[in-house]
């Protein structure tokens, strides 16, 4: 079985030439629960990578799975068609690289979040920077978390900032559907755990009572 480090990664992303249309804070403070975040031991964990087949070009430092793909990192999942691991070496700090290219009908990118809740991200093709905590996905895009989802041609996700910036080509439009119900439960709840905080009390001691 091949393995490979997971955890640094670098890309250079393409220009494409379509309208753009960035879901900014707001938008992502309503898609992403403000109480949610991705678990930040995951690119600690080993990295086991499953195929029905593998190959390798030494030479280009190209490692190629094949059929029926799954990684595992943590919580972290990948299932695809073919996985592509494109290996680089920083000339100045001399740290190993790599990109991971998944493609599917459709590749999917999961990850387990702090709440319990998984946030998965479904395209034609996936690009993953764990280096840069970048995941890029197009062709037919998705996102879903918590019962919401965003939907476009391209979307990025930063899994640090919990931002997304998703693009559509030809004239089409990026969709957004919300959960208001699910939305406003996640707020009760972060709102229980902060009044469940414990709080200071005043004892009474004998002797301390100004009654004669």
Request: charged letters at 25%; glycine letters at 10%; aromatic letters at 6%.
């Given at each position: 079985m091949?393995?490979?480090?997971?955890?640094r990664i670098t890309f250079k992303r393409s220009t494409l030439k379509h309208n753009t249309v960035k879901v900014l804070a707001l938008t992502c403070s309503l898609f992403l629960s403000s109480t949610t975040f991705a678990d930040k031991t995951d690119l600690e964990q080993e990295i086991t990578i499953k195929s029905q087949r593998q190959a390798a070009d030494l030479k280009n430092k190209i490692a190629s799975y094949l059929d029926n793909v799954s990684i595992r990192q943590g919580s972290i999942s990948i299932t695809a068609d073919i996985v592509k691991v494109f290996s680089q070496v920083d000339k100045?700090?001399?740290?190993?690289?790599?990109?991971?290219?998944?493609?599917?009908?459709?590749?999917?990118?999961?990850?387990?979040?702090?709440?319990?809740?998984?946030?998965?991200?479904q395209a034609d093709e996936i690009t993953y920077n764990p280096n840069s905590n970048t995941i890029t996905i197009s062709g037919n895009a998705?996102?879903?978390?918590?019962?919401?989802?965003?939907?476009?041609?391209?979307?990025?996700y930063n899994t640090l900032s919990e931002k997304l910036e998703a693009q559509s080509a030809n004239n089409q439009s990026v969709t957004t559907i919300l959960q208001p119900t699910i939305l406003k439960k996640q707020k009760e709840t972060y709102e229980e755990s902060k009044e469940e905080k414990p709080t200071d009390k005043v004892i009474e001691k004998e002797g301390d009572s100004s009654d004669n």
């Open positions: 091949m393995k490979a480090n997971l955890s100045n700090n001399g740290e190993k690289n790599d990109t991971y290219l998944a493609k599917g009908k459709p590749a999917i990118f999961e990850q387990q979040l702090e709440d319990g809740s998984f946030i998965t991200l998705l996102v879903k978390q918590a019962g919401s989802e965003v939907s476009g041609n391209e979307i990025t």
